[in-house]
């Protein structure tokens, strides 16, 4: 079935760091991809969106670019600050699914100032 | 447009007893889902709702845990008898149509003693 792998945590980076969380899925079809992002004692909030390979979605800062041929939609933002510190949890809907969110465990990104 | 309405924000009760926690949708939102997150992990769906009809309830444990959505809008999830690993946040989520971007309340974060 459908499954979504995230690099594990914490991620601690200083202000103003490259970031890069990865994320690969397998999917047997054609998957829409997700990055939601859960600050502290919040609920999911989404992040940003590819529908189709080769798509990039990009919201605040950050980027993440599906690619259908390594099968990864990687997250990245050129300068952390210490507000982007959350959990951020990658996620893949498709049709096998059911179109019901697979997701990610989650990597949860200190910065520290 | 507001968003996805969720109360209680907190409940803390004593184990064997019931709780209740109440959802209302992005209006139009013919979609909503039931989450369960325990600290640490991505969210778990318990129940998937298209209307006021179960599109899929196989991982709710059915012997504790019931919902409904009546009339096909708001809804409630009931946990009777409560227990101690069933501390965990709560989270609703609705889409307009299956397969489209769902949106996530600000949780319920439930402690049972």
């Known amino acids: 079935g459908d499954s979504v792998t995230q690099m594990e945590g914490p991620v601690t980076l200083s202000e103003e760091a490259f970031l890069t969380i990865n994320c690969t899925y397998t999917?047997?079809?054609?998957?829409?991809l997700f990055w939601y992002v859960q600050y502290p004692g919040e609920g999911l909030q989404l992040l940003l969106k590819?529908?189709?390979a080769d798509d990039k979605g990009s919201n605040k800062g950050f980027e993440a670019t599906y690619r259908k041929e390594t099968t990864s939609f990687h997250l990245e933002k050129g300068s952390v600050q210490v507000s982007d510190s959350a959990v951020y949890f990658c996620?893949?809907?498709?049709?096998?699914?059911?179109?019901?969110?697979?997701w990610g465990a989650g990597t949860k990104l200190i910065i520290k100032p | 447009e507001a968003g996805v309405a969720q109360s209680p924000r907190y409940k803390i009760i004593e184990k064997r007893q019931s709780v209740a926690f109440w959802c209302n949708p992005i209006?139009?939102?013919?979609?909503l889902y039931w989450y369960q997150q325990i600290l640490g992990q991505g969210p778990k769906l318990l129940i998937q709702?298209?209307?006021?009809?179960?599109?899929?309830d196989s991982q709710l444990p059915k012997d504790r845990f019931s919902a409904e959505r009546l009339k096909g809008v708001d809804s409630t999830l009931k946990i009777q008898p409560a227990k101690l690993e069933d501390s965990a946040v709560y989270l609703c989520?609705?889409?307009?149509?299956?397969?489209?971007?769902?949106?996530f309340g600000p949780g319920t974060r439930l402690l049972v003693l």
């Open positions: 989520a609705s889409t307009p149509l299956t397969g489209a971007t769902q949106y």
């Open positions: 709702f298209q209307n006021n009809g179960v599109v899929d």
């Open positions: 999917a047997t079809g054609y998957p829409s």
């Open positions: 996620a893949l809907s498709d049709r096998d699914s059911n179109y019901q969110l697979i």
């Open positions: 590819a529908t189709k």
């Open positions: 209006s139009g939102h013919a979609t």
